[in-house]
C-alpha cells in the first residue's frame, strides 16, 4: 500500500505525522513519512533497522535497508527513537522514550521492556568536567533454561 493511500484509509495519521516530523526538525519526505507510520501506528515497540526494512517491503514501502539506517538515526537525534545498544554491531530503536530499562532475550534477539519499578539504582558518578548525565541503560541479558 503505498503512503498515499495509506493516508486516505487513515486521514488523521498523514497530516499528524508530517507535523510530528516537521515540529522534530526533520522534512516530512515520503520515505520519512512511511517509515514513521509503521513505527508509530502501533503500541510501542523495540525494532531493528533490518525488521523495519521487511515491514517496509511487506507494507510496499520501497526504500533500501541504508535509507532505513539512515532514517531511525535522524528519529533518534531528533527525539522521536531511543537507540539502545546491545553490542557493538548491534542496536534497536524504541519508540518509548521514557526512563526506563531493558532485557535483551538472546535466543530471540529481542528487547522487552523492564518494569520501572523493578530495578533501583542507588545512585550514579559525577559527570566529568564540562559534561551531564543524559540517561541510565540497563540492558539485563537472559536467556532460555531449556
Known sequence: MTELHRAE?????????MAV?????????R????????????????V?????????????????????YNSLHQFRQAGLLREISVDAARS????????HHHFFIEDEQRIEDIPTDSIKI??????????????????VR???TN
Open 122 to 139: 542507588a545512585g550514579i558518578p559525577e559527570a566529568p568536567e564540562g559534561m551531564k548525565v543524559t540517561h541510565v541503560d540497563v540492558i
Open 31 to 46: 520515505q520519512r513519512l512511511a517509515l514513521a507510520e509503521l513505527l508509530f501506528s502501533g503500541p510501542h515497540r523495540h
Open 92 to 99: 534497536y530503536f524504541d519508540t518509548d522514550t521514557t526512563d
Open 142 to 144: 537472559v536467556k532460555r
Open 9 to 17: 484509509a487513515h486521514p488523521s495519521r498523514g497530516p499528524c505525522l
Open 48 to 68: 531493528n533497522a533490518e525488521q523495519l526494512h521487511g515491514e517496509a517491503e511487506r507494507s510496499g514501502v520501497q526504500v533500501s535497508l541504508a535509507t532505513i
Open 21 to 29: 516530523l516537521r515540529m522534530a526538525g526533520l522534512r516530512p519526505t
